[in-house]
C-alpha cells in the first residue's frame, strides 16, 4: 500500500515556473514507477511524464518535452515535477500516481492503469 501527497500547485503567470512535489508512503519507493497527470475540466486525464524507480528513464507527454522536468530522490520518497514555461492550457489539476509494474509496461499504461494516486493539486496559469 501506498500513500501520495502533492504538493507546490499554485497560480502562475504565463511564462513562469512552479515545482510539484509528490511524497511517498512506505519503505519500498525505489520499487515504483511514478507518474504525473493532469486532468482539465471536461477533459480526459492526460499522462505528463513518468519515471522509472531507479530514475534511469523518463517518458514526457509531446505538449510538454523540453518544459518539464520529472525527477525523484528515493532517499526522501519524492517525486518531483519541474514545470518551466507555463501556458494557460497547462492549468489542470495534477495527480501523482505509483505503480510497481516493470517500467517495460508502465510506459505504454494509460493513466487509469495505475494502482495507487495523490489527492490532486491545482495548477492555474493566467495569461
Known amino acids: 500500500q501506498v500513500q501520495l501527497v502533492e504538493s507546490g500547485g499554485g497560480l502562475v503567470q504565463a511564462g513562469g515556473s512552479l515545482r510539484l512535489s509528490c511524497a511517498a508512503s512506505g519503505r519500498t519507493f525505489s520499487s515504483y514507477a511514478m507518474g504525473w497527470f493532469r486532468q482539465a475540466p471536461g477533459k480526459e486525464r492526460e499522462r505528463v511524464a513518468v519515471i522509472s524507480g531507479s530514475g534511469g528513464y523518463t517518458y514526457y507527454a509531446n505538449s510538454v518535452k523540453g518544459r518539464f522536468t520529472i525527477s525523484r530522490d528515493n532517499a526522501k520518497n519524492t517525486v518531483y515535477l519541474q514545470m518551466n514555461s507555463l501556458n494557460p492550457e497547462d492549468t489542470a489539476v495534477y495527480y501523482c500516481?505509483?505503480?510497481?509494474?516493470?517500467?517495460?509496461?508502465?510506459?505504454?499504461?494509460?493513466?487509469?492503469?495505475?494502482?495507487?494516486w495523490g489527492q490532486g493539486t491545482q495548477v492555474t496559469v493566467s495569461s
Open positions: 500516481a505509483a505503480d510497481q509494474r516493470t517500467w517495460g509496461t508502465v510506459k505504454y499504461m494509460s493513466p487509469y492503469e495505475y494502482d495507487y
